[in-house]
């Protein structure tokens, strides 16, 4: 039988001609595809390609109108782009990688709006993955840090301490852990010294000496003498070692009271810790300076902060460090996507490159951003330990008659191996900061033009950046709008007060210092406002701001009290009662050794027993 | 429509000239085009081999048609036999050499489902096979002479779709 069916050749060979015609047509479709879905996985909201062209010939990819949703503002495009022209290398592209020789972008536009929604919909992915997952976990920073702005309101209503619980107290729980505490270290050292079984000891040293009390040679002979003898000198010396035992115990009970004290000791730090708590909780206004910055400004601020970590981690997340194995979701298909395993392996291609891309971009318009601008990229990938160098980025300006007198943004990320490394100075003078409602103090600032600048550097998990405003000619406009004005007289004259003092600052300066896991870095925020803020509420409203002060701590105070003496008492009767237990073993041990030993002298005079034994070594000797 | 031109193709390849090795032949790579997904490097090969060799065209049609609801069935079966195969260390080598040549890296062979897909087809295309061969067997001595004589039957066979498919008869 024939195995080959040579007439099917030709139809093979017409096959496979259309199937290549199919993938010729297909491309485009296939890469404006490739770069939406990629995109929008990556960024974590939606990614749009007008066109994409692939020109086989010289191996040149163009592509149209590509305008990424920003995934904090949907309704809002990240940027837009009206061109952009790459060489793609074809070698590579045989491997399925991307390997960019040379690549021109033109007609780059900022904060677009955009008609639809850039949104996602919302999907069951994996949990703790994804953009969706590292937005969530922004958003959870955000809530933690972001400080209410000042309140004058409370200060108009009587304080309302019963709103303060007594369940919420840190002392209590403090007062409550000492006292278990002490119930649990009370029963452990009673059992303890029960193991320890000094009764035992003596029991048989006390029978002893009541049996060698009347006793003599005549009674006992000879040989039962010197039996007894050696009785006593065994019991005298389990006696000793006995002694020793209860020492070493009182020793580690001490050990242990100190546990119970150290838990006394942080019942007033607990205390302390309360009166904050209890005082935020009828959010009485601080003159302290340092918390006023953060009361002002950290609205604005942890939002920027927030867009700093989640694209930070988001670039950790795509572009990992080292040479292992890397998990992406598969390509979006009617069959199940699964997950591509890639392999990176040094000195080969990796799969997205771009070796150097140079850009002119020109922002139009009358925006802050406008402008002709100039940026260089070099050895962007997705692979880096497979590539060997760090990517390194910068940006100037370079002319325009709108928007900022000078901007220059460079930076670098080495995520060659672990703990990565990324950097970012930007620094833009002459830039329309924003207008910003200060909450609380009824006012809004419009910082008009000013200098922005911003450092950021990332090592491993850590992040440490500062970000600073400064504006040396700022209006100032009473906002009636977004807080209405006090009802009564007198807090209508502490507004009055804030507003004249911060509505005679000219120049201000507000610095942004975030440092610490990039999971939740601290934030605090300084600003030459405070101080005018601070004095002008410790001028206005000091007197009745203690007053309320004094009222919390004294609520907190008798929600405490009892529960803190009482389990200072209890530690003390716990201390007291295992010293007494344990002196009251060592006095009766003492008691019999002195007895024994009083008869063991007499027992070894009588002639023919031995040498008088002297008494037992001092404990230190006996060590 | 569907249906009919299923049941079309299962005739055509039950009762074509082939013998029944070259049908089951034909079925047991036809699986392969229903079990990993369509569009991928290896199914050229296939088609290729389907094409050139004398096994009965209409049963890889038969074959095709049959996998593809299984396929979609056990995509996650496919997932997790391919995560199995590709974190599996003594296998890296390997994977790293496909997804680093030319060519070899369009197979796409580091996806989860391709792979898992791809390797479940060998293993079973020599039990699918046999299997296949047998019930081709079994049709035409048993069941065969009942059905020509139905109704269903002729209207089947009687279709253009029918001749077609004589085209591609072993």
């Known amino acids: 039988m024939k195995w080959i069916r040579w007439t099917a050749l030709l139809p093979l060979a017409v096959t496979l001609v259309l199937i290549a015609l199919a993938v ?49 503002r949907p309704m809002t495009n990240l940027f837009e782009v009206e061109e952009i022209v790459f060489r793609a290398a074809v070698v590579p592209a045989l491997e399925r990688k991307v390997v960019i020789d040379t690549m021109a972008v033109r007609g780059v536009r900022f904060g ?48 309302n301490v019963d709103a303060i619980s007594a369940e919420s107290l840190a002392t209590l729980r403090a007062a409550r852990g000492a006292h278990a505490y002490a119930d649990t270290a009370r029963a452990k050292l009673i059992a303890d010294l029960q193991a320890l079984d000094p009764r035992g000891t003596i029991d048989s040293a006390t029978a002893l000496a009541t049996r060698l009390e009347k006793a003599s040679l005549r009674s006992l002979g000879l040989g039962g003498v010197r039996t007894a003898v050696a009785d006593v000198r065994r019991t005298v010396t389990a006696l000793n070692e006995l002694d020793d035992r209860l020492r070493d115990f009182q020793a580690a009970t001490r050990a242990n009271a100190a546990g119970l004290t150290e838990r006394l000791e942080a019942i007033p730090a607990a205390r302390q810790a309360d009166y904050a708590y209890a005082r935020s909780l009828l959010r009485l206004p601080t003159f302290d300076i ?37 998990f992406r979701a598969g390509p979006s298909r009617v069959r199940a996507s699964g997950t591509d395993v890639l392999f990176p392996k040094a000195r080969v291609y990796p799969d997205f490159l771009t070796r150097l891309a140079e850009l002119t971009l020109a922002i139009g318009g009358e925006g802050a951003a406008a402008g002709a601008y100039s940026a260089r990229v070099e050895g962007l990938t997705t692979q880096p330990a497979v590539y060997g160098a760090p990517t390194r980025f910068e940006l100037t300006r370079s002319g325009g008659r709108a928007g900022p007198t000078d901007v220059r943004v460079s930076g670098s990320m080495d995520h060659r191996r672990a703990p990565v490394q990324d950097a970012l100075q930007a620094s ?88 610490g896991p990039i999971s939740g870095p601290r934030l605090g925020i300084r600003t030459n406002i405070a101080s005018a803020v601070g004095n002008a509420l410790r001028d206005q409203m000091g007197d009745e701001v203690r007053r309320a002060e004094q009222q919390v701590r004294a ?69 | 429509m569907l249906l009919l031109k299923f049941l079309q193709t299962m005739i055509s390849a039950l009762n074509s000239e082939g013998t029944p090795g070259q049908i089951a032949a034909g079925m047991a790579l036809g699986l392969c085009f229903g079990l990993t997904p369509l569009v991928s490097l290896h199914n050229v090969l296939v088609l290729a081999v389907a094409m050139l060799t004398t096994v009965s065209f209409p049963g890889v049609m038969l074959g095709w048609a049959i996998a593809v609801p299984v396929g979609f069935m056990l995509d996650p079966l496919f997932d997790r036999v391919g995560m199995v195969l590709l974190t599996t260390d003594a296998l890296t080598p390997l994977f790293v050499w496909i997804v680093n040549t030319p060519v070899v890296s369009l197979s796409r062979l580091n996806n989860t489902i391709v792979l898992g897909s791809l390797v479940s087809w060998l293993v079973l295309l020599v039990p699918s096979y046999v299997l296949f061969r047998f019930l081709v067997a079994r049709y035409r ?30």
């Open chain 1, 24 to 72: 010729y047509f297909y491309l485009d479709p296939a890469v404006r595809r490739g770069v939406e879905v990629t995109g929008t996985e990556a960024v974590g909201a939606r990614v749009d390609l007008a066109s994409a062209h692939v020109a086989l010939g010289d191996g040149s990819v163009t592509l149209r109108g590509l305008a990424v949703t920003d995934p904090a």
């Open chain 1, 112 to 159: 677009t709006v955009r008609k639809t929604s850039g949104a996602l919909p919302a999907r069951a992915g994996v949990a703790g993955e994804g953009p969706g997952a590292l937005r969530r976990a922004v958003d959870d920073w955000r809530s933690r840090v972001k400080v209410p702005p000042i309140s004058l309101n409370t200060l108009t209503q009587s304080v």
């Open chain 1, 290 to 326: 340092p918390s006023i910055g953060p009361q002002l400004f950290s609205p604005i601020f942890t939002e920027k902060v927030g867009e700093l970590m989640y694209w930070a981690r988001l670039l950790e997340q795509y572009v990992p460090p080292g040479l292992e194995r890397q």
């Open chain 1, 428 to 515: 833009f003078s002459g830039i329309t900061l924003p207008t910003v409602v200060l909450n609380g103090v009824g006012a809004r600032l419009d910082f008009g033009t000013g200098v922005s600048e911003l450092r950021v550097a990332r090592r491993g998990d850590s992040l440490d950046g500062r970000w600073l405003w400064r504006a040396t000619r700022v209006r100032w406009t009473r906002d009636t709008l977004t807080q209405a004005r006090a009802t009564s007289p007198a807090m209508r004259l502490v507004e009055d007060a804030l507003w004249r003092a911060v509505s005679r600052i000219d120049s201000v300066e507000v610095e942004a210092r975030f440092d």
């Open chain 1, 555 to 623: 609520r907190v105070d008798a929600l405490v009290d009892a529960r803190v003496a009482e389990a200072r008492t209890k530690a003390d009767a716990v201390k007291a009662d295992v010293e007494a237990r344990i002196a009251a073993e060592r006095a009766r041990l003492e008691e019999q050794k002195v007895a024994l030993e009083a008869r063991l002298k007499e027992l070894v005079r009588i002639p023919g027993i031995g040498s008088p034994v002297t008494s037992s070594p001092a404990p230190s000797s006996r060590r």
């Open chain 2, 141 to 170: 001595r048993d069941l065969y002479a009942r059905l020509e004589r139905s109704r269903a039957f002729q209207v089947v066979k009687a279709s253009k779709i029918w001749n077609v498919y004589q085209l591609f008869r072993p």
